[in-house]
């Protein structure tokens, strides 16, 4: 069983829509957590970043983490076609010295249509 | 503006040959990391180096080397390619500790072996 599982979609949505992505892990150790987007033939940019559990706000992208369920959601409202690509969660226990490693899902691949 | 640059955005070598995927970042970041990418696997973890001259093997090192000679610059070694290592390779960086342990990614290599 993989650390972290992720759908792989593809998810459809259409515009204006609220679309849910979302990963759950088996690692309690894990601290951080972070959402990364992929546009095609490139490579992933950061999108969100939190610590521990709760809830993070920036413009119409919301992350949620559930440690208690092992359980980590970004949500986006009001989705747009340039919001199409694949989206991967991340995430990592907090570490002192050496090398952070973050362990991946797969990536979910969304499609907003007009 | 945090910037991770790669050699080549797309290679094409023949199996045998001896090939070199360069990255170079210009974030003074202590982190660097090599990863490929394949459809339904994810990223995965190939080497990463927290220092100068420090390596360390990721989850699937079977095939390749490293080096890290200067700071800014980290170089993925395949020794004798084969047409499995065809893949999307990317590159990332990142601080040691200190609180933002996210990484960031270069545009992609996509190395074709034939």
């Known amino acids: 069983q993989k650390e972290v599982e992720q759908d792989p979609g593809p998810l459809s949505v259409p515009e204006g829509a609220i679309v849910s992505l979302n990963c759950t892990y088996s690692n309690s150790a894990f601290q951080y957590f972070m959402w990364y987007r992929q546009y095609s033939r490139k490579g992933p940019e950061l999108l969100m970043y939190t610590y521990s559990s709760g809830n993070k706000e920036d413009g119409r992208f919301t992350a949620q983490v559930d440690k208690s369920s092992k359980y980590i959601s970004l949500f986006i409202r009001d989705s747009q076609p340039s919001d199409s690509a694949t989206y991967l969660c991340a995430m990592t226990p907090i570490l002192t010295g050496g090398g952070n490693k973050l362990t991946f899902g797969t990536g979910t691949q969304l499609k907003v249509e007009l | 503006d945090v910037k991770v640059t790669q050699s080549s955005r797309y290679l094409v070598k023949r199996t045998g040959e001896k090939v070199f995927l360069e990255c170079v970042q210009d974030?003074?970041?202590?982190?660097m990391f090599w990863y490929r990418q394949d459809p339904g696997l994810g990223l995965r973890l190939i080497y990463f180096s927290y220092d100068v001259k420090m390596k360390e093997k990721g989850d699937i090192p079977e095939g390749y080397s490293v080096s890290r000679e200067k700071k800014e610059r980290f170089s993925l070694i395949l020794e004798s390619a084969s047409t499995n290592q065809t893949s999307m390779y990317l590159c990332?960086?990142?601080?040691?500790?200190?609180?933002?342990?996210?990484?960031?990614f270069g545009p992609g290599t996509r190395l074709t072996v034939l």
């Open positions: 974030m003074d970041h202590e982190n």
């Open positions: 990332a960086s990142s601080l040691r500790s200190g609180g933002r342990l996210t990484q960031y």
